[in-house]
């Protein structure tokens, strides 16, 4: 089963964005979900997760600044992404924790001026 993810984009440093992650409801009810990113040359990295309770958790350089939230009716979880640095340019995924062998569709955040 993939995890779709959408919403990524160019953006100035500083700025904003809000990633959605679109998830079947077996797997949205039974599993914690999490974003993940992969820079170019790097190995990807979980940034954040969500546990079925809604308690987050967050990788320490994003800390402050992400927000994840999931909206239970619509099987969604979101990433709302602020102050954006240019290290955050990546693939963003989403996928359960632990990852599933299968990734789905990536979207592209680039924070460049």
């Known amino acids: 089963v993939q995890l779709q993810a959408s919403g990524g984009g160019l953006v100035q440093p500083g700025g904003s964005l809000r990633l959605s992650c679109a998830a079947p409801?077996?797997?949205?009810?039974?599993?914690?979900v999490g974003w993940y990113r992969q820079a170019p040359g790097e190995q990807r990295g979980l940034v954040a997760g969500?546990?079925?309770?809604?308690?987050?958790n967050y990788a320490d350089s994003v800390k402050g600044r992400f927000t994840i939230s999931r909206d239970n009716a619509k099987n969604t979880v979101y990433l709302q992404m602020n102050s954006l640095k240019p290290e955050d340019t990546a693939v963003y995924y989403c996928?359960?924790?632990?990852?599933?062998?299968?990734w789905g569709r990536g979207t592209q955040v680039t924070v460049s001026s």
């Open positions: 996928n359960t924790i632990p990852s599933s062998n299968t």
């Open positions: 409801g077996i797997i949205f009810k039974i599993n914690p």
């Open positions: 969500i546990m079925r309770g809604g308690q987050a």
